[in-house]
């Protein structure tokens, strides 16, 4: 009967030393798939955030975007007469007031009416005359793309 006997030298589990700094041949993408993740989430957050001034129904026409590349100054009008600049509610009468105390840096940007699409056209007039009256002569009215 034979019986057999490893060497000593022989492997003993342990990684030869030449093998310990080699460089490594794979790639771990958890990192990358984790930062992805969260952007999207933040992207998905933030994207309702980026709509200007109250939500409205505008209406729809065919026409250009224009090109800014300042952040709009919105002057919003609901159906039942209520005027915002920005988000912030603001009496009919105030307006001109509020525009030129906003005018600090200069009265040439482009003002954004957006009128609910049920508002009337006196309403939107109003709106309008008290913004020229604060000095503002670029105005822009805001409506949605034109479907079909």
Do not use: C, W
């Not at 600049?85 to 509020?98: M, N, V």
Request: hydrophobic share 45%; aromatic share 4%.
């Amino acid at each position: 009967m034979g019986a057999s006997i490893k060497a000593a030298h022989q492997n003993t589990g342990r990684r030869r030393r030449t093998s310990r700094h080699a460089p490594m041949a794979e790639i771990n993408v958890t990192p990358f798939v984790d930062v992805m993740l969260v952007l999207l989430i933040i992207f998905m957050v933030a994207a309702p955030l980026l709509q200007v001034g109250v939500p409205l129904d505008l209406p729809q026409s065919k026409g250009k975007q224009l090109q800014s590349n300042t952040e709009p100054l919105a002057v919003s009008v609901r159906t039942n007469g209520d005027v915002y600049i920005g988000e912030t509610a603001i009496k009919l009468d105030e307006i001109e007031a509020k525009l030129k105390a906003i005018a600090a840096n200069g009265q040439d940007e482009t003002i954004f009416v957006r009128a609910d699409k049920g508002t009337t056209y006196g309403v939107v007039a109003r709106v309008m005359g008290r913004i020229s009256a604060a000095g503002y002569r670029k105005i822009s009215l805001v409506t949605e793309l034109e479907e079909g």
